[in-house]
Nanobody, 126 residues
Framework: QVRLVQAGGGLVHPGGSLRLSCSAVGNVFTINVMAWYRQASGKERELVAATAFGDGSTNYTDSVKGRFTISRDGARNTHYLQMNSLKPEDTAVYFC???????????????????WGQGTQVTVFS
């Protein structure tokens, strides 16, 4: 299977910046899409940003456009979320997600995966 390992996050004042990273670990064959979601206390999880590895296209939720940037390092199966001009309303637990294919030694074939990272807290406070 494929695990996603997150790093980054923490505490920052409004206007500050943070960078999150998410690395896919395992027998990854291809990654089709990597994305970031967030879930604020008492709210549903929402999509923040996503990138397609095939054509490099990206999309963002309106509230983070112009402030957040999703990028990837294909060679390392890692993607990043650069968050600038952070606001208190950005406070949430951030989760990365990836879907693609991995090689299953058990079944000796390629299989699809859709995995989640462990989540990391981002807190923006005055």
């Amino acid at each position: 299977q494929v695990r996603l390992v997150q790093a980054g996050g923490g505490l920052v004042h409004p206007g500050g910046s943070l960078r999150l990273s998410c690395s896919a670990v395992g027998n990854v064959f291809t990654i089709n899409v990597m994305a970031w979601y967030r879930q604020a206390s008492g709210k549903e999880r929402e999509l923040v940003a996503a990138t397609a590895f095939g054509d490099g296209s990206t999309n963002y939720t309106d509230s983070v456009k112009g402030r957040f940037t999703i990028s990837r390092d294909g060679a390392r199966n890692t993607h990043y979320l650069q968050m600038n001009s952070l606001k208190p309303e950005d406070t949430a637990v951030y989760f990365c997600n990836a879907e693609g294919q991995y090689y299953s030694g058990l079944h000796d074939r390629y299989e699809a995966f859709n995995s989640w990272g462990q989540g990391t807290q981002v807190t923006v406070f005055s």
